[in-house]
């Protein structure tokens, strides 16, 4: 805990250059989202993790700081954003690059490929666009991780709506977590995991896991 505490603290303070409503955004970021949980997810492997749709970085730049066997290759559509997340710095093995995630093709060279909180942000008719690509940039056996917010129950849903509508200014594309896991199975992924996290959350989080199956079964007509 007081590790977290302190990687945390060094990570807000590293966005100091972009001011302080920055900083403020980034431990915001780090107290919504259960870092914790991607922790303990990504601490069984070794390697390169794509992150999709990162922002500003902060919980890439949080886990790396935890889990330095991991190195992550970070994308978002939006430049400034990347910009803003390499003035941080904060850690060497934390690449950005600015890119669609639903148009970017990737060799399967990553042992994870994550998305936090970015579903939503993309148009609803691409989510399985995006869930595809991160599963091809995934080696066999790898991970594909996608932590989101879910359309019920509603009143959280609503709430989520609101805050984004505030923050960013969208509206909100949200699914249910098995419609994702459904995808990640059409991807080619076996789902460990498909549940609702951070139960006393105002937010409807929720997280699949997946395993990009090394054999994926042909189809015999
Ligand atoms: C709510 S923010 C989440 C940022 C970060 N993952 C976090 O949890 O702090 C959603 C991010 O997704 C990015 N995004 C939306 N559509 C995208 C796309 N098609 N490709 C890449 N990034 C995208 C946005 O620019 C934004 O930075």
């Known amino acids: 805990m007081k590790k ?98 639903t148009v970017v093709h990737h060799n399967p060279v990553y042992a994870a490929a994550l998305a936090v909180d970015v579903l939503h942000h993309i148009d609803r008719n691409k989510h399985a666009t995006a869930v595809a690509r991160m599963a091809e940039a995934v080696r066999p056996d790898g991970l594909v991780i996608i932590k989101d917010i879910a359309l019920t129950p509603p009143w959280k849903h609503a709430w989520n709506r609101f805050h984004d509508r505030l923050v960013s200014g969208d509206d909100p594309a949200c699914r249910e977590p098995e419609e994702v896991a459904a995808m990640l199975v059409a991807a080619g992924c076996l789902v460990e995991q498909c549940s609702r996290i951070h139960p006393y959350s105002p937010y409807p989080d929720y997280l699949v896991v997946a395993r990009k199956c090394a054999n994926r079964p042909k189809l015999v007509i």
């Open 4 to 101: 977290s505490m302190a990687s945390a603290w060094r990570i807000c303070r590293s966005y100091r250059n972009a001011g302080s409503l920055t900083c403020v955004y980034a431990a915001a970021r780090l107290a919504l989202v259960p870092v914790g949980i991607l922790c303990d997810v990504l601490s069984e492997l070794k390697g390169d993790v794509l992150s999709i749709g990162t922002g500003i970085g902060a919980v890439e730049y949080f886990l790396a700081d935890r889990l330095p066997e991991l190195s992550f290759m970070c994308l978002d559509s939006r430049i400034k954003r990347i910009a803003v997340a390499q003035r941080a710095g904060h850690l060497p093995h934390v690449r950005f690059a600015a890119g669609d995630a």
